[in-house]
T-cell receptor
Framework: KAGVTQTPRYLIKTRGQQVTLSCSPI?????VSWYQQTPGQGLQFLFE???????NKGNFPGRFSGRQFSNSRSEMNVSTLELGDSALYLC?????????????FGPGTRLLVL | AQSVTQLGSHVSVSEGALVLLRCNYS??????LFWYVQYPNQGLQLLLK??????LVKGINGFEAEFKKSETSFHLTKPSAHMSDAAEYFC???????????FGPGTRLSVLP
């Protein structure tokens, strides 16, 4: 099976713009989670989607949003970008979204905000 | 909320030496625990996980970890380090609902020739 794919891999934006990142989970996986990774804050959970519904949400402002489509593909959107949004954004998928399941991570999208 | 601590942001070992990466968690109930490895410019790869079966868990690449409830620890070990083990290692705990991992800050492992 193909792994988790994320597009684009690299992105440069300027402050105030918005950005949309895409994630395609492993075939058959219904849960998709998003994480932000920065040198200062480490890996932080953004949100999780399961069967097109947001099931969990981390402590991020409303500028960060996401959605999941019927084929389980997911997108996350960041509006009004700030310099501090520069990070590696990782997507992970799992079959049934249970706590004991392994999350399989994609390679990430590296976002640079200038 | 659960939290994970990893003692030592950077650990250096000689090739062939024992690798010990520490992880402690805070949880009032038995958690699900994971170790992931991240190589430069890549995503995270699962090394091993504890899901309340055997307390000694064996993973890929010769790594293993022991769950110790009394110490709330899940330390990662490998008997003999290899140059290819140089990477960043993350310990994570899974919340009790859905998929919401809480990660530790990570430990960067350097392997010296």
């Amino acid at each position: 099976k193909a792994g988790v794919t994320q597009t684009p891999r690299y992105l440069i934006k300027t402050r105030g713009q918005q950005v949309t990142l895409s994630c395609s989970p492993i075939s058959g996986h219904r849960s998709v989670s998003w994480y932000q990774q920065t040198p200062g804050q480490g890996l932080q959970f953004l949100f999780e989607y399961f069967s097109e519904t947001q099931r969990n949400k981390g402590n991020f402002p409303g500028r960060f949003s996401g959605r999941q489509f019927s084929n389980s593909r997911s997108e996350m959107n960041v509006s009004t970008l700030e310099l501090g949004d520069s990070a590696l954004y990782l997507c992970a998928s799992s079959p049934g979204g249970q706590p004991r399941e392994t999350q399989y991570f994609g390679p990430g999208t590296r976002l640079l905000v200038l | 909320a659960q939290s994970v601590t990893q003692l030592g942001s950077h650990v250096s070992v000689s090739e062939g030496a024992l690798v010990l990466l520490r992880c402690n968690y805070s949880s009032s109930v038995p958690p699900y625990l994971f170790w992931y490895v991240q190589y430069p410019n890549q995503g995270l790869q699962l090394l091993l996980k504890y899901t309340s079966a055997a307390t000694l868990v064996k993973g890929i690449n010769g790594f293993e970890a022991e769950f110790k409830k009394s110490e709330t620890s899940f330390h990662l070990t490998k008997p003999s380090a290899h140059m290819s083990d140089a990477a960043e290692y993350f310990c994570a705990v899974s919340e009790n609902y859905g998929q919401n991992f809480v990660f530790g800050p990570g430990t960067r492992l350097s392997v010296l020739p």
